[in-house]
């Protein structure tokens, strides 16, 4: 039964890395399930040390994307629109590209969302195509570094975990 548990916490931390990919907060699912691990099993492998540092990740994690894609957006002249636009093109774009295989059809969604959705909203608002486009690359480009950054501090706070696990 216990190796059912492990297999089931690995498979949630994975998800939650790959979460990442659709905008959905993948650190807080990491740390959320190593809290839910370590409460099952009575802290044995998971120590209070670990639940902090996973913490104080979880939170730089969530502001480095959302700094890195503001900045990003703000610094080619994006929209508050712009940006929400961007964030909702990422979730959809991600999702219609749920069929191509690998997760590789949604990143590349997600990419392509985000550009979209502050693109069209710059576009709908200023009628000026290159604003719309240069908007369009900045909140495309913050949004990509924000996800990475992101993604490799999960990555660091799994790495973490399975060493204290195994």
């Known amino acids: 039964m216990a190796t059912i548990g492990v297999i089931i916490f ?3 931390l994975i998800f939650g890395l790959i979460s990442i990919i659709f905008g959905l907060p993948g650190t807080i699912i990491i740390f959320l399930a ?6 099952i099993t009575s802290f044995a492998k998971i120590k209070l040390k670990l639940i902090l540092i996973l913490l104080a990740l979880t939170v730089l994690a969530e502001l480095i994307e959302f700094a890195v894609g503001v900045i990003g957006a703000k610094k080619f002249g994006s929209s508050r629109q712009a940006i ?4 909702i093109g990422g979730i959809v774009g991600a999702i219609i590209g749920l069929p191509i295989p690998l ?3 949604s990143v ?4 392509v969302g985000a550009f979209l959705g502050a693109f069209i909203s ?3 608002s200023y009628r000026d195509l290159r ?4 908007v369009g690359f900045g909140t495309f480009l913050g949004r990509v570094l924000g996800m990475f950054s992101k993604g490799a501090l999960a990555l660091i706070m799994i790495i973490l975990i399975l060493f204290a696990i195994f």
């Open 34 to 39: 190593t809290l839910v691990y370590g409460l």
């Open 131 to 134: 604003r719309a486009s240069r």
């Open 84 to 87: 929400i636009f961007s964030i």
């Open 122 to 124: 710059e576009l709908l």
């Open 108 to 111: 590349l969604g997600a990419f």
């Open 103 to 105: 997760g590789i059809g």
């Open 10 to 12: 690995l498979l949630v």
